[in-house]
T-cell receptor
Framework: NAGVTQTPKFQVLKTGQSMTLQCAQDMNHEYMSWYRQDPGMGLRLIHYSVGAGITDQGEVPNGYNVSRSTTEDFPLRLLSAAPSQTSVYFC?????????FGEGSRLTVL | KNEVEQSPQNLTAQEGEFITINCSYSVGISALHWLQQHPGGGIVSLFMLSSGKKKHGRLIATINIQEKHSSLHITASHPRDSAVYICAFYRWGKFQFGAGTQVVVTP
Protein backbone atom coordinates (compact mmCIF):
# COMPACT_ATOMS: atom_id res chain seq x y z
CA ASN A 1 0.00 0.00 0.00
CA ALA A 2 1.86 3.10 -1.25
CA GLY A 3 -0.52 5.72 0.21
CA VAL A 4 -0.15 9.10 -1.52
CA THR A 5 2.61 9.34 -4.11
CA GLN A 6 3.84 12.68 -5.40
CA THR A 7 6.27 13.29 -8.21
CA PRO A 8 8.67 14.90 -8.80
CA LYS A 9 10.23 15.57 -5.39
CA PHE A 10 12.31 18.44 -6.73
CA GLN A 11 11.94 20.62 -9.82
CA VAL A 12 13.57 23.79 -11.10
CA LEU A 13 11.70 25.78 -13.74
CA LYS A 14 12.31 28.95 -15.64
CA THR A 15 9.71 31.69 -15.61
CA GLY A 16 7.03 30.95 -18.19
CA GLN A 17 7.59 27.21 -18.36
CA SER A 18 4.77 24.81 -17.65
CA MET A 19 4.80 21.59 -15.67
CA THR A 20 2.59 19.09 -13.96
CA LEU A 21 2.94 17.81 -10.41
CA GLN A 22 1.59 14.29 -10.21
CA CYS A 23 -0.37 12.92 -7.29
CA ALA A 24 -1.73 9.40 -7.01
CA GLN A 25 -3.33 7.51 -4.14
CA ASP A 26 -4.20 3.84 -3.88
CA MET A 27 -6.63 4.03 -0.96
CA ASN A 28 -9.75 4.72 -3.04
CA HIS A 29 -10.22 8.09 -1.33
CA GLU A 30 -12.81 10.41 -2.81
CA TYR A 31 -11.29 13.59 -1.37
CA MET A 32 -7.99 14.87 -2.73
CA SER A 33 -6.37 18.26 -2.38
CA TRP A 34 -3.31 20.31 -3.19
CA TYR A 35 -1.57 22.73 -0.81
CA ARG A 36 1.40 24.99 -0.96
CA GLN A 37 3.56 25.62 2.07
CA ASP A 38 5.58 28.79 2.34
CA PRO A 39 7.71 29.97 5.27
CA GLY A 40 5.54 31.59 7.92
CA MET A 41 2.35 30.97 5.94
CA GLY A 42 1.31 27.45 6.88
CA LEU A 43 -0.54 25.22 4.46
CA ARG A 44 -2.74 27.00 1.93
CA LEU A 45 -5.31 25.18 -0.17
CA ILE A 46 -4.88 25.50 -3.94
CA HIS A 47 -7.54 23.16 -5.36
CA TYR A 48 -9.51 20.22 -4.09
CA SER A 49 -11.73 17.45 -5.38
CA VAL A 50 -14.50 15.48 -3.71
CA GLY A 51 -14.58 12.80 -6.39
CA ALA A 52 -13.80 11.95 -10.00
CA GLY A 53 -14.98 14.68 -12.34
CA ILE A 54 -15.41 17.25 -9.55
CA THR A 55 -12.89 19.94 -8.69
CA ASP A 56 -13.10 23.26 -6.88
CA GLN A 57 -10.88 26.18 -6.06
CA GLY A 58 -9.26 26.73 -2.73
CA GLU A 59 -7.65 29.78 -1.17
CA VAL A 60 -4.87 30.38 -3.73
CA PRO A 61 -5.95 28.88 -7.10
CA ASN A 62 -4.54 31.49 -9.51
CA GLY A 63 -1.91 30.10 -11.87
CA TYR A 64 -2.84 26.47 -11.22
CA ASN A 65 -5.17 24.02 -12.93
CA VAL A 66 -6.35 20.60 -11.81
CA SER A 67 -8.38 17.74 -13.21
CA ARG A 68 -9.75 14.55 -11.69
CA SER A 69 -10.47 12.02 -14.38
CA THR A 70 -10.00 9.05 -12.05
CA THR A 71 -10.37 8.47 -8.31
CA GLU A 72 -6.65 7.68 -8.05
CA ASP A 73 -5.03 10.66 -9.78
CA PHE A 74 -5.15 14.40 -9.11
CA PRO A 75 -2.48 16.26 -11.11
CA LEU A 76 -1.66 19.93 -10.53
CA ARG A 77 -0.65 21.95 -13.57
CA LEU A 78 1.32 25.16 -13.58
CA LEU A 79 0.50 26.80 -16.90
CA SER A 80 3.13 29.54 -16.94
CA ALA A 81 5.41 29.37 -13.92
CA ALA A 82 6.21 32.52 -11.98
CA PRO A 83 8.80 33.09 -9.23
CA SER A 84 5.89 33.58 -6.79
CA GLN A 85 5.08 29.90 -7.29
CA THR A 86 8.37 28.84 -5.71
CA SER A 87 7.14 26.74 -2.83
CA VAL A 88 6.76 23.27 -1.40
CA TYR A 89 3.64 21.55 -2.67
CA PHE A 90 1.75 18.81 -0.86
CA CYS A 91 -0.96 16.57 -2.15
CA UNK A 92 -3.31 14.97 0.37
CA UNK A 93 -6.19 12.55 0.33
CA UNK A 94 -8.85 11.84 2.89
CA UNK A 95 -11.63 9.46 3.74
CA UNK A 96 -13.74 9.26 6.88
CA UNK A 97 -11.78 12.23 8.19
CA UNK A 98 -8.33 10.60 8.14
CA UNK A 99 -5.80 12.72 6.30
CA UNK A 100 -2.85 11.38 4.32
CA PHE A 101 -0.14 13.51 2.74
CA GLY A 102 2.33 12.90 -0.03
CA GLU A 103 6.02 13.54 0.69
CA GLY A 104 5.99 16.95 -0.95
CA SER A 105 7.42 18.51 -4.10
CA ARG A 106 9.90 21.35 -3.82
CA LEU A 107 9.51 23.68 -6.79
CA THR A 108 11.85 26.54 -7.62
CA VAL A 109 10.98 29.02 -10.35
CA LEU A 110 13.88 31.14 -11.56
CA LYS B 1 -10.32 35.35 8.99
CA ASN B 2 -8.27 32.78 10.87
CA GLU B 3 -10.56 30.23 12.47
CA VAL B 4 -7.75 28.24 14.09
CA GLU B 5 -4.95 29.55 16.26
CA GLN B 6 -1.96 27.71 17.67
CA SER B 7 0.30 28.68 20.53
CA PRO B 8 3.11 29.03 21.04
CA GLN B 9 4.56 29.69 17.59
CA ASN B 10 7.96 28.46 18.70
CA LEU B 11 9.07 26.36 21.62
CA THR B 12 12.48 25.22 22.80
CA ALA B 13 12.77 22.53 25.46
CA GLN B 14 15.52 20.49 27.01
CA GLU B 15 15.48 16.75 26.58
CA GLY B 16 13.18 15.15 29.10
CA GLU B 17 10.92 18.16 29.58
CA PHE B 18 7.13 18.05 29.26
CA ILE B 19 5.84 20.02 26.28
CA THR B 20 2.35 21.40 25.65
CA ILE B 21 1.08 22.89 22.40
CA ASN B 22 -2.33 24.50 22.23
CA CYS B 23 -4.89 24.81 19.46
CA SER B 24 -8.00 26.98 19.67
CA TYR B 25 -10.68 27.28 17.03
CA SER B 26 -13.70 29.50 16.63
CA VAL B 27 -16.17 27.34 14.71
CA GLY B 28 -18.08 24.16 15.38
CA ILE B 29 -16.24 21.05 14.30
CA SER B 30 -16.69 17.32 14.75
CA ALA B 31 -13.02 16.31 14.89
CA LEU B 32 -9.54 17.80 15.07
CA HIS B 33 -6.28 16.54 13.65
CA TRP B 34 -2.74 16.85 14.92
CA LEU B 35 0.00 16.58 12.31
CA GLN B 36 3.78 16.39 12.54
CA GLN B 37 6.33 17.66 10.05
CA HIS B 38 10.03 17.01 10.57
CA PRO B 39 12.52 19.48 9.04
CA GLY B 40 12.57 19.05 5.28
CA GLY B 41 10.15 16.18 5.61
CA GLY B 42 6.65 15.17 4.81
CA ILE B 43 3.56 15.63 6.94
CA VAL B 44 2.17 12.75 8.93
CA SER B 45 -1.05 12.48 10.86
CA LEU B 46 -0.57 11.87 14.58
CA PHE B 47 -4.12 11.96 15.87
CA MET B 48 -7.69 12.55 14.86
CA LEU B 49 -9.94 13.09 17.86
CA SER B 50 -13.45 14.23 18.52
CA SER B 51 -13.59 13.94 22.29
CA GLY B 52 -11.51 13.16 25.34
CA LYS B 53 -7.96 12.02 25.03
CA LYS B 54 -5.80 9.85 22.79
CA LYS B 55 -2.31 8.57 23.48
CA HIS B 56 0.39 7.19 21.22
CA GLY B 57 3.70 6.49 22.87
CA ARG B 58 4.89 9.72 24.51
CA LEU B 59 2.33 11.85 22.67
CA ILE B 60 -1.03 12.69 24.21
CA ALA B 61 -3.77 14.72 22.55
CA THR B 62 -6.78 16.11 24.33
CA ILE B 63 -9.81 17.99 23.09
CA ASN B 64 -12.76 19.83 24.57
CA ILE B 65 -15.15 20.24 21.65
CA GLN B 66 -17.50 22.56 23.59
CA GLU B 67 -14.69 24.87 24.69
CA LYS B 68 -13.15 24.73 21.19
CA HIS B 69 -9.69 23.85 22.46
CA SER B 70 -7.21 21.04 21.97
CA SER B 71 -3.76 20.36 23.36
CA LEU B 72 -0.90 18.17 22.27
CA HIS B 73 1.46 17.02 25.01
CA ILE B 74 4.86 15.44 24.60
CA THR B 75 6.11 13.65 27.68
CA ALA B 76 9.83 13.02 28.30
CA SER B 77 10.72 14.99 25.17
CA HIS B 78 13.58 13.82 22.97
CA PRO B 79 15.57 15.58 20.21
CA ARG B 80 13.79 13.41 17.64
CA ASP B 81 10.56 15.18 18.66
CA SER B 82 11.94 18.35 17.05
CA ALA B 83 9.40 19.15 14.36
CA VAL B 84 6.55 21.45 13.42
CA TYR B 85 3.23 20.39 14.92
CA ILE B 86 0.07 21.48 13.13
CA CYS B 87 -3.56 21.25 14.16
CA ALA B 88 -6.29 21.05 11.53
CA PHE B 89 -9.99 20.41 11.07
CA TYR B 90 -12.36 19.60 8.22
CA ARG B 91 -15.28 21.92 7.60
CA TRP B 92 -17.47 22.68 4.62
CA GLY B 93 -15.46 20.52 2.25
CA LYS B 94 -12.04 21.85 3.18
CA PHE B 95 -9.35 21.27 5.75
CA GLN B 96 -8.18 24.31 7.67
CA PHE B 97 -4.76 24.35 9.26
CA GLY B 98 -3.13 26.19 12.09
CA ALA B 99 0.12 28.00 11.35
CA GLY B 100 2.08 25.36 13.21
CA THR B 101 4.28 25.26 16.30
CA GLN B 102 8.01 24.84 15.76
CA VAL B 103 9.38 22.61 18.52
CA VAL B 104 13.11 22.24 19.15
CA VAL B 105 14.30 19.78 21.78
CA THR B 106 17.93 20.17 22.76
CA PRO B 107 20.06 17.37 24.26
Amino acid sequence: NAGVTQTPKFQVLKTGQSMTLQCAQDMNHEYMSWYRQDPGMGLRLIHYSVGAGITDQGEVPNGYNVSRSTTEDFPLRLLSAAPSQTSVYFCASSATGELFFGEGSRLTVL
Amino acid sequence: KNEVEQSPQNLTAQEGEFITINCSYSVGISALHWLQQHPGGGIVSLFMLSSGKKKHGRLIATINIQEKHSSLHITASHPRDSAVYICAFYRWGKFQFGAGTQVVVTP
